[in-house]
Each structure stands twice: as structure tokens, then as C-alpha cells.
């Protein structure tokens, strides 16, 4: 039911007010990942040290999702949503200020601490702010947050980067969020506390958490670590795997448990689940992939490779607006097929790489995924709800966005493992060719060697730089061959989603339940 309250606010200005904070928030997710080598340098560390910015954040932003579907109603979501702000935009201060590699750490910790609990609360206040006719176009504005956000974070980081420093990647974060806070304070009403028995799940938190927190670490530090022949990898699989042993079942069987996992064994929310986890991979990943691919192959600079997503990322907006539209008219599972076609195809587009592609190439498949990630996020959020009861809705919006999540950061690490893998693969086949036995080898290395000499170099020199042009060539092409089979691991994710969008049963179109108070 809503309030008098809610009534009087405008639902379009909480919407964006919201929208704003969760934008700042899952920006934070890749902002960070191209000020990297910035942070190395600045901070006088490896580049392998440098990279536990982005895991930390990860690790402490899964945790807290998880309990903040208790967390919103022992406080009430707006205060619970403020504190989450607060800590955010003041770790974000603190990050800019760091004066050693381990403060840093401790500080992104923090900032993914208040950062995790902010997008769950978020869907919940949109649903309870609009009628249930516009909830599909409020989740189209919250849509275009948490989608757009990982595509600008890359262009944005690489320009801060370059053209002041590392710091203002978090620095940038303080304005936006003192005046987030101050407008939540002032439009978003507040929903009272719970009364009454608020019990907390405790061991299915540390369990959960547990799990989580592993999980992250083992696909964020794997290809790093060198996989299963690191200890270091071993001990947080065990952790991880024992976790995940000993939680099912007591979650299962508790009364008030901290993740309800007799919902995704449900056929309409574990499907959900799936397809969200199956989206952040394919966002995430691609989102990741691209710049590296442009910037190592094609020689683009930081701020250049992010452009190429900008494109996708105006249509993105656009599209979600569509969308919005749409998901009171059309069935969730046809707009969720449609979408996942889409984007299969724009993964396919992607398979046909070679070295002299230009920039409009790579924008144009950007905006085909543009196109057909809003067709899944709006439907499989608003289905998600479907048949869900009023107490179970907040935690709801946080399983979803734990899928979204933790698919991202699978996504993000099968992709680099079938580069590296692929990459070798492609490099020895390759390289089986480069033998004096080969007619075409001896052709082409005659002619590198011609080429070489009209320089003025001697044989030697000339014979030496054909055989390192000829190299780099073999290495050029087994890389790009490695990202042809990346994206078509992603084509095939993708693809799965169709089979698990047919699972969805109807749902009443123009209504999504209402929110737990």
C-alpha cells in the first residue's frame, strides 16, 4: 500500500535522484580498472598488487548484498540507503587521499561495504514510488544506472586518469554523493523500521558471505594466480566449496534465513536468477574485453577504447526507455528471447576480426548489444517479482543483483581464461607453419628479407628483423584468433539465455507486486 507520503512525492524525482546514486555506485565497478597502472605507479607497487583495488571492492560489495534485505527493514530502506551513501561518498574521499597501497585497500573495502547495499534498497523504493501501471518504465531509468555505468566507467577512468590523476577515479565520487544524500533526504519518503521479531540469520550470513567473498577471489585472482596450481587459489576454493556445503542445507531449513535459496529452485525466480547472472557476464565481460582488445591489438589509447563503447551506450538509454514501454505490453519471455537474439548476433558480428578493422566496427557491435541487453534487464527484472510474497521482495532485489554480480565477475574470468588458453593454442599452431620446410614461410621470408635490405641493413640485420616481423605477425594473428573464440563463448552464452526465457510463465502485464513496508 502506499503511503500519504509517497503519494506527494513526484515518482519521476525520487526515480532519478536514485538512479543518480546507483549510477555513481556500479560506475566504481570499471572506473578503477583502467586507472590501474596509474595506481602502481603512484603507489610504487607491481601491477599484480594493483589489481587487489578491484577484488577488494568486489569481495566487500557480494558480502553486504546479502544482507541488506535485513539490514533495509531493521532501519527502514531511506535511512538504510543514507548510511549506505554516506559510507560510500566518505570511503570514496578516503580512496583519494590513500597514502599507501593497504590504506587504499581498506578504503575500497569500505566503499564496496556502503556500495553493495545501495542498488538492492533501490529497486525496492522505485517499486514502492510509482503506480504499478509505470513500474516498468521507473525500472527503465534505474535500468539505464546500473547498464550504462560499466560502459562510461572505462572512457571516464582512462580521461581522469590521463588528464589529472588516479585520485579523482574516487575523488569524483564526493560531490555527486553529498548531494545525493541531501536529495534523498528531502523526496524519498521514508518506510518505518519493522517491528516485532527481526532476528538475524547470523551463520547463514557468515556462511553466505563466506562463500561469496571465495567465490570472488578465486575468479577475480585465478588467471593471475596461475588457477589450481596456487595455494593460494586451493585454500579459497576450500574455503568457498565447504561454504557453499554447509549453507545450503541450513538455509534451506531456516525460518528467517539471510538468502532464501528455495527461490531459485523456483521456476520463475531461479530462471530469473540465471538470466541475470548470464547478463552480467555478457555486460561485464564485454565491457572489459573490448578496451583491452583495442588498446593491445589495435592500438588504441585508454580514453579512445572507451569512446568505441559510448555509442552503445546513448543507444542503451534510448533503448531503455523503449523497453520500458514495451514491458506493459509484451510478455516478459518474448522481449527476454528477443533481446538475448540480439545480442548473439552482435557477439557473431564480433567473430569476424582481422587487423585493419576501424573504430566504427567495433562502435557498431557495441550498439547492437546496446540494443538487445535493455529487451532482457527490463522483462527479467519485472518478472523476477512475479509471484514473489510481499515480505520476500527486498530480498528479492538483492539475489538479483548478487546474479548480476557474480555473473559478471564469471564472465569477466572466462573470458580471460579462454584468451590465455586459446591464445597458446593458436600461438603453437601457428607456429608449426613458421619451418624452413614451408614453401610459403621461405616466400614470405624472402621478402621481408628484400624489404629489410632496400633499408640499407646487411643481410644479418635484415635477416634477423624478417624473423621478428614474422613473430610478431604470428602473435598478432593468435591473439586476435584467442578473441574470435572469446566472443564465441559469449555468442553461446547468450544463446542459452532463449531455453531458460521459455521457462518464464505469464506474468500480468502493466503490475509489478508491491513492496514489502
Not at 555527486?176 to 551463520?203: N, R, Y
Not at 569476424?352 to 527479467?380: E, K, Q
Not at 614461410?441 to 621478402?447: A, E, F, G, K
Request: proline share 4%.
Amino acid at each position: 500500500m502506499t503511503s500519504a507520503g509517497q503519494a506527494a512525492a513526484n515518482p519521476w524525482l525520487i526515480a532519478v535522484v536514485v538512479a543518480v546514486a546507483t549510477f555513481m555506485e556500479v560506475l566504481d565497478t570499471t572506473i578503477a580498472n583502467v586507472a590501474l597502472p596509474y595506481i602502481a605507479g603512484g603507489m610504487a607497487v607491481s601491477p599484480d598488487e594493483a589489481t587487489w583495488v578491484v577484488t577488494t571492492y568486489l569481495v566487500a560489495n557480494a558480502i553486504v548484498l546479502t544482507a541488506s534485505s535485513h539490514l533495509a527493514k531493521a532501519m527502514g530502506r531511506r535511512r538504510f540507503f543514507i548510511i549506505c551513501l554516506a559510507l560510500f561518498s566518505a570511503s570514496s574521499l578516503l580512496c583519494g587521499m590513500a597514502w599507501s597501497i593497504r590504506s587504499l585497500l581498506f578504503f575500497r573495502v569500505l566503499q564496496g561495504l556502503g556500495g553493495g547495499g545501495m542498488v538492492p534498497v533501490s529497486q525496492s523504493i522505485l517499486a514502492d514510488a510509482f503506480p504499478p501501471e509505470k513500474r516498468g518504465q521507473g525500472f527503465a531509468l534505474f535500468g539505464i544506472a546500473v547498464v550504462v555505468a560499466p560502459v562510461i566507467g572505462p572512457t571516464l577512468g582512462g580521461w581522469l586518469s590521463d588528464s589529472w590523476s588516479w585520485h579523482w577515479c574516487f575523488l569524483i565520487n564526493v560531490p555527486v554523493g553529498l548531494l545525493s544524500v541531501a536529495l534523498i533526504m528531502m523526496v524519498v519518503p521514508e518506510t518505518p523500521a519493522m517491528d516485532g521479531d527481526i532476528a538475524f540469520d547470523s551463520v547463514g550470513f557468515l556462511l553466505v558471505s563466506t562463500f561469496l567473498g571465495s567465490l570472488e577471489v578465486v575468479l577475480d585472482r585465478g588467471q593471475i594466480e596461475d588457477w589450481f596450481s596456487s595455494n593460494f587459489i586451493l585454500f579459497f576454493t576450500a574455503l568457498g566449496g565447504l561454504a557453499f556445503i554447509l549453507m545450503i542445507p541450513w538455509e534451506a531449513a531456516h525460518r528467517r534465513p539471510v538468502v532464501d535459496v528455495r527461490m531459485i529452485a523456483t521456476r520463475q525466480f531461479g530462471s530469473c536468477f540465471f538470466v541475470m547472472m548470464a547478463i552480467g557476464a555478457i555486460l561485464i565481460s564485454t565491457t572489459q574485453m573490448l578496451p583491452q582488445l583495442l588498446q593491445l591489438n589495435f592500438g588504441y589509447t585508454a580514453m579512445l577504447a572507451g569512446l568505441v563503447l559510448s555509442p552503445g551506450g546513448l543507444v542503451t538509454m534510448v533503448m531503455m526507455l523503449i523497453v520500458g514501454r514495451l514491458s506493459g505490453r509484451v510478455q516478459p519471455k518474448y522481449l527476454i528471447m528477443t533481446g538475448a537474439a540480439v545480442v548473439a548476433l552482435a557477439m557473431y558480428n564480433l567473430t569476424s576480426l582481422y587487423s585493419d578493422l576501424d573504430f566504427w566496427f567495433f562502435a557498431r557491435s557495441r550498439i547492437y548489444i546496446g540494443v538487445g541487453l535493455p529487451l532482457i534487464f527490463i522483462p527479467i527484472t519485472t518478472a523476477s517479482y512475479d509471484g514473489i510474497p510481499p515480505d520476500k521482495v527486498d530480498q528479492a532485489s538483492a539475489l538479483i543483483n548478487v546474479a548480476r554480480n557474480v555473473g559478471g565477475s564469471i564472465g569477466v574470468s572466462l573470458a580471460q581464461n579462454v584468451l590465455a588458453h586459446r591464445q597458446q593454442f593458436h600461438m603453437s599452431h601457428l607456429a608449426q607453419a613458421a619451418t624452413t620446410s614451408n614453401i610459403e614461410y621461405q616466400v614470405t621470408l624472402n621478402r621481408m628479407i628484400a624489404y629489410f635490405l632496400s633499408l640499407g641493413n646487411s643481410t644479418t640485420v635484415a635477416r634477423r628483423q624478417a624473423t621478428e616481423w614474422i613473430a610478431r605477425q604470428i602473435q598478432s594473428q593468435a591473439s586476435l584468433l584467442a578473441y574470435i573464440d572469446v566472443f564465441h563463448t559469449l555468442m553461446l552464452l547468450a544463446a542459452l539465455v532463449i531455453p531458460l526465457a521459455l521457462i518464464l510463465r505469464r506474468v500480468k502485464l502493466g503490475a509489478v507486486p508491491a513492496t514489502a513496508h
